[in-house]
């Protein structure tokens, strides 16, 4: 059974870093084709990609995002960290970690729900 | 950069009827790179559709998906009481790698 789960804080004041963790059980990070992404989605709002690490170690980000933002993986504790530094309120957003095969998410985890206020 | 529309923003129908939801691309696509999602109130996406027209693991027949080039299309063959959820297309390209979601399609009683 393939279980994702994000974790990390609920509130972050402004210009502070979020790190959040998925943690993930059922598959190896180190599997050809695999991969384990961070996708976000603002109050009522659509999905928005964040960054992929890859089973060989590649990783990609969004442009938009890429300043601000590294994903790393430790494959030996099956764990994803997502970090983003200057966080700002228009951060603010449920982030979601979900497993990657090839180019599409085929499973999700249950949502961190992070609120960037002061 | 890729941009996706889907259309309608809403459609509103009865159990029972067929709804057609709309993912059109700015620029040609590679089938097999073109994805759909279903999102339940307070869930998780979950995979619906890869590849243009595969159904994931466990995804009832009624749901079938076709398209190619800039224009895609789910349907979804009698609405079901739980298929009333928002629908995401994604697509994927690879200079540079980037994965990019639709606004959305809220299918509505």
């Known amino acids: 059974q393939i279980t994702l789960k994000a974790s990390g804080p609920t509130l972050v004041k402004p210009t502070q870093t979020l790190t959040v963790t998925c943690t993930f059980s059922?598959?190896?990070?180190?599997?050809?084709?695999?991969?384990v992404g961070w996708i976000r989605q603002p109050p009522g709002g659509a999905l928005e990609w964040v960054a992929i690490?890859?089973?060989?170690?590649?990783?990609r980000y969004n442009w938009s995002l890429q300043s601000r933002v590294t994903i790393t993986q430790d494959t030996s504790k099956n764990q994803v960290v997502l970090t983003m530094t200057d966080m700002d309120p228009v951060d603010t957003a449920t982030y979601y970690c979900?497993?990657?095969?090839?180019?599409?998410?085929?499973?999700w985890g249950r949502g961190n729900l992070v609120t960037v206020s002061s | 950069e890729i941009v996706l529309t889907q259309s309608p923003v809403t459609v509103s129908l009865s159990p029972g009827e067929r709804a057609t939801l709309s993912c059109r691309a700015s620029?040609?696509?590679?089938?097999?790179?073109l994805h759909w999602y279903q999102q339940r109130p307070g869930q998780a996406p979950r995979l619906l559709i890869y590849?243009?027209?595969s159904r994931a693991t466990g995804v009832p027949d009624r749901f079938s998906g076709s398209g190619s080039g800039t224009e895609f299309t789910l349907t979804i063959a009698g609405l079901e009481p739980e298929d009333f959820a928002v629908y995401y297309c994604?697509?994927?390209?690879?200079?540079?790698?980037?994965?990019?979601f639709g606004p959305g399609t809220k299918v509505d009683v």
């Open positions: 979900a497993r990657a095969t090839w180019n599409r998410f085929d499973y």
């Open positions: 059922g598959f190896s990070l180190t599997t050809f084709g695999v991969g």
């Open positions: 690490t890859h089973w060989d170690g590649d990783r």
């Open positions: 620029r040609n696509i590679n089938t097999n790179w």
């Open positions: 590849a243009t027209s």
């Open positions: 994604q697509q994927y390209a690879d200079s540079p790698p980037v994965f990019t």
